[in-house]
Structure formats: structure tokens, C-alpha cells
């Protein structure tokens, strides 16, 4: 996917148009770091410009969206992201309401999501977007499948229910989440089972159809350790194909940011 964007970024600046993609990073958690860091390295193996703007975590709300309107003003940036979550007394969906719709690159923007519901063309959000391109390049058949969706953020879990029920792709999905009471009953019907919990260990071998496909979306850290939110060794040995943390959905959720982005920038150019 990379490479593919990296050849639609040369063919733009063959026409004289530049790609940027722009982070907004508020405070100093770690973990958001390493996110941004690798975002922007893709971004620069892309062609891409990036554009990194770090606030401190006591910054006010209004200079966070000042931060935002300074980038939708800004011609170099056609993709844009800002960083969730924000520090705490900050409102994170405000600053992503800022965002010019036209340069989401993350696809969460309010008038993005209506598009995604309404099943009209627009940026779609990037981890749900990566998980069915992983789903698509391994050739799982999703059409007519039982798929279970285990979380309902407006990140992951939503967006995920609806993409894989959309015309076109054609699952039948059940969206579990932290009040769905029997988890194994709902997932051991599942052909395809996408887990987006945030909780390590939730998914093990007895919640799993044999030969079922598995995708972990989760990242915890647990004693410094990078992990998911699927038991991976036990359920690799009942499931039919499972993805690994890290390197799972974790890199195709920055593959589609530069999708978005690179479709920004050839909307922008198609209007020039
Ligand atoms: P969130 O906390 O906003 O939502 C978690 C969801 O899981 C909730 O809807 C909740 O109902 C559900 N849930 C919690 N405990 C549950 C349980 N015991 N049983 C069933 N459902 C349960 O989290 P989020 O932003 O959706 O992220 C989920 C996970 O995915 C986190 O680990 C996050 O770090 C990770 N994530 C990874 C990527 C990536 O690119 N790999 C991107 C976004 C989020």
C-alpha cells in the first residue's frame, strides 16, 4: 500500500503538486510519540511532507483548534491528524471538528462518518479501512459471513460494524461490547472476528469458531510489552488465520492515513 502511495505522490509532484500530511500532538504520553513518530517516517518514505505540530499538555482548547485552523489554511497540508487522545480538560472531538472535513486524514470528522453511514465517497477511518485491507489481500471471503465486532468506539468499533455490513462487503455483523453478557456465545458463531477492546487477554481459544479469522486490533501495553487484546498463542491454534501485535493492523492503520491523504491531494489538484 506504501509503495502504491508513494508512486501516486510522485505522479502528483510530476504535475507540480506537493503531499503533506500534518500531526497535532498535545502533551508528553509516550505512547502518542512513538504514534506520530512512525506516521511521519511513512509519510517522509512516501514523498510526503510532513508537518509535526507538538503543544504542551497545558495548553488552552482554544489554542489546540488555533493549532488545527492554522492547518486547514495551511495549501502545503492536504492530510491532517490530530492525535487522540488528547490530555485531560481538553476536548478531543472538538479539535477534530476543526478539521477541515477535506483534510481528515483519520476519517473521524463528523461530516466524514455521515458519508460513511450514508455510503457515499469520502475518507473512511483508517484502522477499520486497514483491517479490511488485510481482510481483502488475504482473500478472506467476507460476503454473506458472520463477522462479530468486540468494541463501539467511534475509532475503531462503529466504523468497523458498518464498513463490513456496507453493500459491496456484505457481512452479517453483531457488534459485541462491554455489556454484551455471554462474549463466547456471539463470537463462537463468528467467521470473522475483529477485536477492538482495549483489554489484554479478552479474546482466548474457547471464544473461537475452529478456522475462524481473527483480527486484533487492541494495543495495551503490559509490563512494557507491546501487546493485543487476543490470548495470540492459544488462539492461533483454533482460529484459520490471526493478525499479531505489533505488526498487524497497527501499520495498516498508518497505510491508510496516507491513502487519505494522497486522495486529498489528487481531489485538491483534479480542482486546480
Ligand atoms: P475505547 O476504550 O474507546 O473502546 C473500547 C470498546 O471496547 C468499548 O466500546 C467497550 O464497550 C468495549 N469493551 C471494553 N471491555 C470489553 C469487554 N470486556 N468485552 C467486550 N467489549 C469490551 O477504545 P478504542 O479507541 O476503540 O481502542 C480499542 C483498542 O484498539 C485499544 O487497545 C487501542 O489502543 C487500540 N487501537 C489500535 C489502533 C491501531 O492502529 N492498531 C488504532 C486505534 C485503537
Known amino acids: 500500500m506504501r509503495a502504491e502511495v508513494a508512486e501516486r505522490v510522485a505522479a502528483l509532484k510530476t504535475r507540480g503538486k506537493t503531499v503533506g500530511l500534518a500531526t497535532v500532538l498535545v502533551g508528553d504520553d509516550p505512547a502518542s510519540h512513538v504514534y506520530v513518530r512512525n506516521k511521519h517516517r511513512a509519510a517522509d518514505k512516501a514523498g510526503m511532507i510532513s508537518i509535526d505540530v507538538n503543544l504542551p499538555a497545558d495548553v488552552s482548547q482554544e489554542e489546540v483548534i488555533a493549532a488545527v485552523q492554522s492547518l486547514n489554511a495551511d495549501d502545503r497540508v492536504d492530510g491532517m491528524i490530530v492525535q487522540l487522545p488528547l ?3 481538553l476536548d478531543g472531538n472538538a479539535a477534530v471538528e476543526a478539521v477541515l472535513p477535506s483534510k481528515d486524514a483519520d476519517g473521524l470528522h ?11 465517497p469520502g475518507p473512511r477511518p483508517a484502522t477499520p ?7 481483502e ?26 464498513m463490513l455490513g456496507t453493500k459491496g462487503i456484505d457481512a452479517t455483523v453483531v457488534q459485541a461490547h ?5 462474549l463466547a456465545a456471539v463470537t463462537l458463531e463468528a467467521d470473522i472476528v475483529i477485536v477492538a477492546a482495549g483489554r489484554p487477554g479478552l479474546l482466548r481459544p474457547e471464544h473461537v469458531k475452529p478456522g ?8 495495551n501495553r503490559v509490563d512494557g510489552k507491546l501487546v493485543g487484546d487476543v490470548d495470540f498463542a492459544g488462539v492461533s491454534r483454533v482460529a ?6 505489533p505488526g498487524g493492523v497497527g501499520p495498516m492503520t498508518i497505510a ?3 491513502v487519505n491523504t494522497v486522495e486529498a491531494a489528487e481531489r485538491t489538484a483534479a480542482l486546480e
Do not use: C, E, Q, W
Not at 110 to 120: K, V
Not at 129 to 135: A, K
Not at 240 to 245: A, C, F, K, L
Open 110 to 120: 463528523p461530516y466524514n462518518l455521515g458519508l460513511l453511514i450514508l455510503d457515499r
Open 178 to 182: 462491554s455489556r454484551t453478557p455471554d
Open 129 to 135: 479501512s486497514g483491517v479490511l485491507r488485510i481482510l
Open 137 to 162: 489481500h488475504y482473500g478472506v471471503a467476507i460476503s454473506g459471513k458472520r463477522a462479530v465486532v468486540i468494541g463501539r468506539s467511534f475509532l475503531v468499533g462503529r466504523p468497523m460494524a458498518i
Open 212 to 219: 475462524a479469522v481473527v483480527i486484533d486490533v487492541g494495543t
Open 87 to 89: 490530555p485531560d480538560g
Open 240 to 245: 484459520g488465520g490471526i493478525t499479531p501485535v
Open 256 to 258: 491508510s492515513l496516507l
